[in-house]
């Protein structure tokens, strides 16, 4: 069985930018995606990516600002961050989803990472 591992998180000042990195225990052909979760609040889509690459979509809340790409040869997924704002910190996760048909909800993805904290201030 496939496992996430995400990484790359910290505290960073408004502004700023991260890099969050997810790697694959295994190869993968899946699509893989990006979401993140703040206390008491829904887990949501920030980004996903066919394995190909060619493909991206983002939530419309990070449209502009973050960048998602992946390295198959390193079974590594990105998520690059850029002008960071406070409503962005959240638990970052890292999913993998195998339905043919694309989506952003949580149900569609069957492997989740364990997730890694950003946290953004003022």
């Known amino acids: 069985q496939v496992q996430l591992s995400e990484s790359g998180g910290g505290l960073v000042q408004a502004g700023d930018s991260l890099r969050l990195s997810c790697v694959s225990s295994?190869?993968?052909?899946?699509?893989m995606a990006w979401f993140r979760q703040a206390p008491g609040k829904e887990r949501n889509f920030v980004a996903r990516?066919?394995?190909?690459?060619?493909?991206?979509y983002y939530g419309d809340s990070v449209k502009g600002r973050f960048t998602i790409s992946r390295d198959n040869a390193k079974n590594t997924v990105y998520l690059q961050m850029d002008s960071l704002k406070p409503e962005d910190t959240a638990v970052y996760y890292c999913?993998?989803?195998?339905?043919?048909?694309?989506?952003?909800?949580?149900?569609?993805?069957?492997?989740w990472g364990q997730g890694t904290q950003v946290t953004v201030s003022s």
């Open positions: 999913a993998s989803s195998s339905r043919i048909m694309p989506g952003n909800t949580t149900d569609r993805y069957d492997t």
């Open positions: 295994g190869r993968t052909f899946a699509t």
């Open positions: 990516i066919n394995w190909g690459g060619d493909s991206r």
